[in-house]
């Protein structure tokens, strides 16, 4: 029981910059600011794509899916964040470092594959234009982002077993911002090759390859908007491709960078700032990205102040 009790601690220290106080306001305000605008820029778009018949389409329903993805990946870690930066106790308990390791994983995998599901859509509808309405319909749509769902939870389950299921020897201070796969292995007092190895697979499965279907479907996509004839039509082509394409590089980018890299101690305080890019800055800029560069959402948005000023 003893062993087991020095194995695993009742709570872990996250260090994340501790051993540089000056920069702990500058995060405070940066975390805060982001954590703000991503929770009135996602959920504006989820209300606004549920209330505007106009943009009751594939594409907004993916849109929404990662809308609402994006509030709960930010809440899983940033609450827990600011908390420990206002503490002299950066600590968090060992249930609750489970269950931000298993959702900051469950969502970061599924959105992986849901920008994919995305890219797939924005293929059909410029590619197969008079077959859109019957290759994306409702049912297909659903099934789409329920196989992201459920892949993506399924692969945090895996690895979060796995990674949990090695022995820490009473080691709990984790030398990052939050709870995250790469930082916990290194809390490990055994051999963690077979489980960076594991990593190193799913992050392929999960990143590499959705990465290259997507490279793949704007091949195509950037060939069919060439051919168009109408001016018009390759502006908002281009336009919202442009906005999902800015999305796809800032995610997996980042992603890439801290799940497919060598590990190296050098790296290791770029690593935590790689890792709020992808964490915390893109779940801001998303909904920036998809109203600032999108006509329909940007349309979208005046109807509805215009229905409530209506009716006061």
């Known amino acids: 029981m003893n062993r087991v009790n020095e194995s695993v601690p009742q709570e872990f220290i996250l260090l994340g910059f501790s051993d540089r106080p000056w920069l702990e306001l500058p ?5 805060l600011f982001s954590y703000i605008l991503t929770i009135f820029g996602n959920l504006a778009i989820i209300l606004v794509s549920h209330l505007d018949p106009k943009l009751h389409t594939p594409m907004y329903f ?9 509030l709960c990946y930010t809440t899983s870690t ?33 959105e992986c594959l849901l920008l994919a599901v995305m890219s797939f859509d924005r293929f059909v509808a410029i590619c197969r234009p008079l077959h859109y309405s019957v290759i994306m319909h409702q049912k297909l749509c659903l099934q789409l982002a329920a196989a992201s769902w459920i892949s993506g939870f399924s692969n945090s389950v895996l690895q979060s077993t796995w990674t949990l299921q090695m022995p820490l020897c009473g080691h709990k201070e984790v030398d990052h911002f939050f709870c995250e796969v790469p930082a916990l292995l290194k809390l490990s007092c055994v051999d963690t090759t077979a489980n960076e190895a594991e990593l190193f697979f799913i992050s392929v499965l999960f990143l590499l390859i959705p990465v290259t279907l997507i490279l793949i479907s704007y091949a195509f996509i950037v060939q069919a908007v060439l051919r168009m004839q109408s001016a018009e039509g390759r502006r908002k082509a281009f336009g919202t491709c442009g906005s999902h394409l800015i999305v796809v590089s800032l995610f997996y980018g980042t992603a890439i960078y801290m799940y497919l890299q060598p590990p190296s101690p050098a790296s290791k305080d770029r690593g935590k700032m790689v890792s709020l890019f992808y964490g915390i800055i893109t779940p801001m800029l998303n909904p920036l990205i998809y109203t600032l560069r999108n006509k329909d959402v940007k349309g979208a948005f005046k109807r509805l102040i215009a229905r409530i000023l209506i009716k006061k």
Do not use: E, H, W
């Open 27 to 31: 995060l405070f305000v940066m975390f």
């Open 62 to 70: 993916f849109l929404t899916n990662l809308s609402l993805l994006d």
């Open 78 to 110: 940033v609450p827990q964040m600011l908390v420990n930066i206002c503490s002299n106790r950066k600590v968090i308990s060992y249930g609750g470092c489970v269950a931000q390791l298993f959702i900051f994983l469950a969502l970061g995998s599924t």
